[in-house]
């Protein structure tokens, strides 16, 4: 049996390695590659370990060790100061060299599939092909198809991916590998990774906003840290800030819940931002790829069968439970796994849809 020494030991050593992975900006904290899978035991995931006891205890070592610490010494950053506030801004560059879709795949991939027009199915698109059709460009002066054909092909041709999607969707669904080769008409620092920690569901406030862009073999991090929850608009306005007209999104289960939670709080604070884009929801394309050969399609767990375990990590669940502990005793411990947990989720949503547009 381990003693009580022995495990305060351990969780001491995970509280140092989280800390030094925190503060490694600028330096490859991601060391798990998509070629060479490691898989490193996590300690409070281990099989019949309890994770809820598990993470309190890593956040009893984590008060420990961070008491009387101060954000700003522990985690190189700024404070942002815009129209709406101020929050504290964080930056970090991970080497992750993202895999997208080459633009002439994408639509060599999409006009060649008939089934995207109404009315077409597989017997239908063989007769077609066989009588000389080959792509829907063909078939732009087809009596009976040529209508559908260019107004499909203007969304090609206008690259409006967003309008590709629904047209997708509705022809198969938004998770058909199709809309996943609509991506590939975004240049890669264009699609904004996105993923958000909150203090519960709905109507409660943001607490980070991290986002990601791929620059060359690159992954730049940007999270919007609130020190307090008074600091929300300003990090709402930041995140807007990263926002244009050519940016798609790329999200874990992002549909559901980053996206909408987003616009809610956008609204509740009467600041305008569109977020109506091209969205590609990584959770939804994973489980059409990977059904039957995972038990379940956490990240946490997506992660762990394709690139390796995370080395410390706390349950996605006990955020709230982290946060609302630094508020409550202005010890930036639980605070600095919070931001951890955001860091990791970006760079893993960033390496299983490379994972996912490779394949």
């Known amino acids: 049996m381990v003693s009580e020494g022995q495990d305060n030991r351990k969780l001491k050593r995970v509280g140092e390695g989280l800390r030094s992975r925190v503060t490694r900006t600028g330096d490859i904290a991601y060391t798990q590659s998509a070629n060479a899978p490691q898989f490193i035991p996590a300690l409070f995931y281990a099989q019949g370990q309890d994770d809820y006891a598990q993470a309190l205890a890593l956040k009893r070592a984590l008060i420990e060790e961070h008491e009387g610490d101060v954000l700003e010494e522990i985690i190189p950053g700024s404070e942002l100061v815009n129209e709406r506030g101020t929050c504290y801004r964080i930056e970090t560059v991970e080497k992750v060299i993202l895999k997208t879709i080459p633009s002439k795949r994408a639509k060599e991939s999409l006009l060649s ?7 077409v199915r597989e017997t239908t698109e063989n007769a077609l092909k066989d009588g000389g059709y080959h792509t829907i ?19 090609v041709e206008g690259l409006d991916t967003g309008e590709i999607i629904e047209w997708i969707g509705k022809r198969f669904s938004k998770s058909h590998p199709l809309a996943l080769r609509a991506s590939g008409f975004h240049a ?16 409660s406030p943001i607490i980070v906003i991290g986002l990601a ?22 990090a709402l306005a930041a995140f807007l800030s990263h926002v244009d007209a050519h940016s798609a999104f790329v999200t874990y289960n992002g549909r559901t819940f980053d996206v909408p939670y987003l616009e809610q709080r956008l609204a509740y604070y009467q600041i305008r931002g569109d977020l109506q884009r091209a969205h590609f929801d990584a959770l939804h394309f994973a489980r059409r790829k990977w059904g039957g050969m ?15 375990a995370r ?22 411990g639980p605070l600095l796994a919070v931001i951890e947990h955001n860091r990791q989720d970006l760079v893993a949503l960033a390496h299983i849809f490379s994972r996912l547009c490779e394949g």
């Open 311 to 332: 080395e410390t990590d706390i349950p996605g669940a006990l955020v709230p439970e982290f946060y609302e502990t630094y508020l409550r005793t202005q010890n930036i």
């Open 113 to 119: 599939d008939f089934k995207l027009l109404h009315g």
């Open 213 to 234: 862009k791929s620059i060359g073999e690159t992954l730049n991090v940007h999270q919007y840290v609130l020190r307090d929850v008074h600091e929300e608009p300003a």
């Open 294 to 308: 995972v038990p379940d399609f956490r990240l946490f767990t997506l992660q762990k069968h394709l690139l390796g």
């Open 188 to 203: 890669p620092d264009k699609l904004l990774f996105v993923d958000i920690e909150t203090l519960g569901l709905f109507s």
């Open 137 to 155: 460009e063909d078939l732009a002066e087809h009596n009976r198809f040529g209508g559908q054909a260019r107004r499909f092909l203007e969304l």
